[in-house]
Every structure is written in C-alpha cells, then in structure tokens.
C-alpha cells in the first residue's frame, strides 16, 4: 500500500510546476472570486456563460510554455467554485461544450500536456455556487450568502454530494492517467466527511492508484490537516498546499518528519485573469522563492491566468521565458533537490542532491564567501553551475581568523570583491568528496 511518500517520489524530484486558472471569471476579468464578492446571483452570471468563445485556446502552447520555464507539471481548474465545468460533464449543462466554444476543454488540454512530456492534473472545487443543494445564506462564502430569499430554502446536500462525487469520478475516469488531484477548499464545518471524504478518495483511488491528493478535503490551505499527524486520516492528502505564503521552517509532521508540501503562488495577486493586476512579482524574486522552496524541502505552483480569448497574459509569458533561462542553465541545483540541514548562509541558500551541494549566492559578498556550515576537508571541487566554470578556494590572509570556515572565490583574488555573474542567483556546486554524508 503507497503512502504520500512512494506516491510523491516523482512530485518531491520535480519541484516546479504550472497551474492554470481559467474559467468563466476571466469575461470579468477581476479574479476567480467575481460572483461571490460582487454577489451575483446564477442568472446575473450566466451572461458569462452564453459569451464565453475562447478562441485562442492553444493548451499545447500553455504546455510548452510550462517546459520552457521548467516546470516538470501543469495542474488545470476543471472545475472553480463558480461550478462551470471545462470538462464535458454528463451531470451538468454548465459546462464548456455547451458554450459556443464548443469543446471539452479538459480533453484537449490533458492530451497537450502529455505531448509535451509534461506530468498533469486537475483542480475540482469542492464548492459550487451555482448547484440549487448547496448552501446558501449564511455559508461563509456563498454569493447568496446574505440574501434573505434564501434564508429557508430546502436543500439536499446528499443530493449535492452525489453530484459531486459523480463528477470526480467523471474526471478520474475519462481523462487518462491523472498525476495530479487538486481540491479546493475546506472551511468551517465543510470539511472531511461533512465531503463524503473516505467515500470519495476509496473511488478516487480505485480509478487513479497513483495519482497524489493535496491536502484540502480537511483544510482550506491554512492548516495542514490530519497529514502531519501520527495517524493521518484516509483524505488527509499526499501534499500539504500552503497559499501565497512559503513556510518559514518548512513542514514536518508531529515526529519531526518533513512532509511533501507544495507552495501554490500567483504571478500578480490574482488566480484567474485580471485586466487591472499588474502586480507581477518580479523574475529574480520569483526564482529565489523556487530556491526557497526547494531548500525547505517544498516544491512550487506558479500560476498563470489566461485571458477570455484563451491567451497567457504578455507579463506572464514573458516571465515564464525569463524563468527559463536560468532554469535551464541551473536545474541541477533544483530536480531532485532537497534541504541542506544546516542554517540558512547570510548570503543566500543552499539546496543538496546526493554528494553535491549547491550554494545559490543572492547576494555579493565581500571578497571571499563563506561557505557556512559546510566542512571544508570534505570538498572535493567546485564549479559555476551556469558555465561549468572552476571555482577556487578562496582562504587568505582576510579569512585566517575564520580558519573553521571554508570561503569560495568568484574570481582570482581571494580577498577581491567580484560582481555577481547572475545577480538572480548565481549557483555554486560543490562536489562533496564521496563518503561524507551532508
Ligand atoms: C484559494 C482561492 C481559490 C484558488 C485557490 C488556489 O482557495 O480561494 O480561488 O483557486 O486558493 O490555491
């Protein structure tokens, strides 16, 4: 029987990966949350629905966009809590290939993303603001959540359950071999099996043995759920799914033992398209938060949010390039990365594979650096990751004080102050000699 550890080998190797979300929302183009924060009933949203004709969708250019910026997996919204469907649902008539577009989104972005080599998934929302048995007034995010018509509505959440649970098992059934399961969001007393939680994840697990869960049947993303605990519940999730915020020590469970987690990040502050978020954060932060990331033993979910015609917004395109190409000049130093149990250097972070470690320097020292933490007998050699280029040992007459730390230098001259050759992140990797466990 796997458990989140075997199921997330691959996740924990490849570090970096794309989430798209897309939907109706982005007609309005002021985030995923339009119809609840602007309190749109089912028929004021429907306007959305009879318009939507993304003509530009290409997923295969999404795809390829994703293995250009390196990210190893692309998780798409099939679903948001608006409750419209980008997969052809038999449930539903709320659904992609009811719009003028015509087409099962899903399907054609799956097989994309399996063209390119990439590993995919799927996000479903838990919540649907537009199915008649779901609760309405006084929910904690309904649209109609106030509005007193609603207050004595009968609903059937069993009926609601039933509903949902059936288009899980139409996405885990009908497109392929799913790597990714991504549910979205747990809150108040809707969580665990208030979901038909065990029920569920025995179905999805049936379909999709190996697929890996995030950990949002239990949680909103705030916590970490059952999955840190001695006995973690059935759906406590393979991943935890920290939002907009990177752990400051990482995630370990109740025994110490760090545990898969995955930062999910918006590029602007926006999941879904926003025409007036030009908040991008910028390139060389976005590579260190990866670094970081990584170097707490977590991986990364950059989003993109596509526009109504189905195009990557310029900013986010010309971001995922710039990503790219440090990307592809210092991979090494994130595939298959994990932490270096040593306090984080003044200067930037380390990440380590196997008998490498590799030094990722934000910032420029003063002559020579200080390989902090590292014993310096141990080190066998070191070279710039980016050109392969030697790096010398950089002890002399500045470091004598300091005999118990081994100092690198960027250049000829110990105690010389070099430039940053990538003021990104400029990685060092130090080829530890073999035996040394680090
Ligand atoms: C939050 C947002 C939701 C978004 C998710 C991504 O749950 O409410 O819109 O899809 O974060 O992690």
Redesign the pocket.
């Known amino acids: 029987m796997s458990d989140m550890y075997t199921r997330t080998e691959w996740f924990r190797n490849d570090r970096f990966g794309m989430?798209i979300?897309w939907g109706l929302y982005a007609i309005p183009a002021r985030g995923?949350?339009v119809m609840s924060k602007e309190k749109m009933t089912v028929d004021e949203y429907r306007k959305y629905f009879e318009e939507f004709n993304p003509t530009e969708y290409n997923p295969r250019e999404w795809a390829k966009l994703a293995k250009e910026a390196g990210m190893k997996y692309v998780v798409l919204?099939a679903k948001?809590?608006d409750g419209f469907c980008l997969f052809d649902s038999k449930l539903t008539e709320y659904k992609s290939t009811n719009t003028k577009i015509g087409k099962d989104l899903v399907k054609e972005f799956v097989e994309a993303v399996r063209e390119e080599g990439l590993k995919v998934g799927l996000?479903f929302s838990l919540i649907d603001w537009s199915h008649k048995d779901y609760p309405k007034y006084g929910d904690a995010f309904h649209p109609m959540k106030d509005n007193l018509d609603y207050k004595n509505e009968e609903i059937d959440f069993d009926r609601y359950l039933k509903f949902m649970h059936g288009q899980v098992e139409e996405i885990v059934t009908n497109y392929g071999k799913l790597d990714i399961l991504w549910f979205?969001?747990s809150y108040d007393d809707m969580m665990g099996e208030k979901w038909k939680a065990t029920e569920l994840i025995k179905m999805v697990r049936e379909k999709q043995p190996d697929v890996i869960i995030d950990n949002r049947l239990e949680t909103?993303?705030e916590g970490f759920g059952s999955m840190v605990e001695e006995e973690p519940s059935i759906y406590s999730g393979d991943f935890a799914?920290p939002?907009q915020i990177i752990p400051p020590q990482g995630i370990t469970n109740v025994l110490g033992k760090p545990v898969p987690w995955e930062l999910?990040m918006t590029m602007n502050n926006n999941?879904?398209y926003s025409s007036t978020d030009f908040e991008y954060k910028p390139t060389y932060l976005i590579i260190r938060k990866l670094v970081e990331c990584v170097s707490k033993n977590g991986n990364m979910i950059l989003n993109v949010g596509p526009d109504a015609n189905g195009r990557i917004p310029y900013e986010s395109k010309k971001k995922l390039r710039e990503i790219g190409e440090w990307m592809s000049k210092n991979k090494d130093s994130i595939y298959g990365c994990s932490a270096l149990n040593v306090d984080k250097p003044e200067w930037g972070r380390y990440t380590k594979k196997d008998n490498k470690i590799y030094a990722h320097i934000f910032e420029c020292p003063i002559g020579p650096l200080a390989l902090t933490g590292i014993r310096g007998k141990d080190i066998k050699l070191m070279r710039r990751l980016a050109d392969g280029s030697e790096v010398k040992r950089g002890e002399s007459w500045v470091t004598a004080a300091y005999e118990d730390i081994p100092f690198a230098t960027l250049g000829e001259i110990p105690h010389f102050t070099y430039k940053l050759p990538d003021d990104r992140d400029t990685v060092i990797e130090i080829t530890m000699k073999e035996g040394n466990d680090i």
């Open positions: 989430f979300h995923e949350w919204t948001h809590h996000y979205d969001f909103s993303g799914s939002e999910c999941w879904g």
